[in-house]
């Protein structure tokens, strides 16, 4: 029994209770304001995308935030480099009934501790909203960057 514990003591080592997995090692992680290199109509995805991914990362594991990029052992960087918002279905009259909106975002994560890249990859995800409603843009847009940021919180704590 002894040993049992033993095991599951020390396995917990990288593991929380919500799945996520951090290396001993880390302790901090930066994350600096989302760079939006896209132009769009919605205003504050980088505040939006950025505060999504500090939730994740500092409430979802043991990680602290350290405002400090240098001095952090680990830093997550984040370019949204696509926004398109495109019809996906159109009426017999050829008014658009859908709408589609696509983001994509350059991540970045680093252990910084170990000098070395965990990751370089682009996300991507889409939402649909009723184009006859202006305010579902936004709306939509944002609930895109939520599985974005949903999807860089899993590859960066999974790969353990």
């Known amino acids: 029994m002894v040993i049992v514990i033993s095991i599951l003591?020390?396995?917990?080592?990288?593991?929380?209770?919500?799945?996520?997995?951090?290396?001993?090692?880390?302790?901090?992680?930066?994350?600096?304001?989302?760079?939006?290199?896209?132009?769009?109509t919605v205003t504050g995805m980088d505040a939006e995308m950025t505060q999504l991914l500090i939730d994740r990362f500092v409430r979802q594991t043991r990680l602290s935030l350290?405002?400090?990029?240098?001095?952090?052992?680990?830093?997550?960087t984040v370019v949204i480099t696509r926004y398109s918002n495109q019809p996906t279905s159109v009426s017999g009259n050829e008014q658009a009934t859908r709408n589609r909106v696509t983001i994509g975002a350059r991540v970045v994560y680093t252990d910084q501790a170990m000098s070395?890249?965990?990751?370089?990859r682009t996300f991507s995800?889409?939402?649909e909203y009723d184009p006859f409603d202006p305010s579902q843009e936004e709306t939509a847009a944002f609930a895109v960057l939520e599985k974005i940021a949903d999807d860089v919180f899993t590859a960066a704590t999974s790969n353990w």
């Open 9 to 40: 003591v020390s396995g917990c080592a990288y593991y929380s209770f919500t799945g996520a997995s951090i290396p001993e090692h880390l302790a901090t992680v930066a994350i600096p304001l989302v760079e939006d290199n896209t132009v769009s």
């Open 116 to 120: 070395q890249e965990l990751f370089s």
């Open 66 to 76: 350290d405002q400090g990029e240098t001095s952090a052992d680990a830093l997550l």
């Open 125 to 127: 995800a889409y939402e």
